[in-house]
């Protein structure tokens, strides 16, 4: 099956600082990527949604100049957690779509641990 | 985007058949059905996915009633490695749409 991949896997950084974490579809051409993030036992919220190319579409409360997401080629969307702070600390996981994907479904990556102290 | 309601646990025993339901009494008519299992720190996994009738893989069956208002995800003679929150969603057609999570079944196997 398709497969996505997310890197760092981990990452504890000081508040302040800046944080990008990538998707890639490694197989696949990626023509949107979805972006969620999860608490503790919690269940997935989407923050936005990303189409190769064009600007993406945040979700209601998402601070979009909080959360930075570039989707510059059909392989790969950045996000990035600017000024980081302690509450950014969370799961974050992509998902992508795309040329080859079965229909309706989404692939996802293994997901990135952000830890801000 | 349809609604999902799903048990918020369920505890069986290794070896027996589990029977998880979902209801999404709001589907759209182009919208499928598709389960996913999640392990603690780790991206949803993809389980099955139909529209209607039966669907069935080699690790799961998926039951879908006519009016499709409702799915039952079972997974046969479970192990402690099923072990996950399994989220029943349903969405569009295009891929393009995102897919909104419920708050899932903690499946808890116990041996």
Known sequence: GAVVSQHPSRVICKSGTSVKIECRSLDFQATTMFWYRQFPKKSLMLMATSNEGSKATYEQGVEKDKFLINHASLTLSTLTVTSAHPEDSSFYICS?????????????????????? | LAKTTQPISMDSYEGQEVNITCSHNNIATNDYITWYQQFP????RFIIQGYKTKVTNEVASLFIPADRKSSTLSLPRVSLSDTAVYYCLVGGFSGNTPLVFGKGTRLSVIA
């Open chain 2, 41 to 44: 720190s780790q991206g949803p």
């Open chain 1, 96 to 117: 992508a779509s795309g040329q080859g994907a079965a229909t309706g479904e989404l692939f996802f990556g293994e997901g990135s641990r952000l830890t801000v102290l």
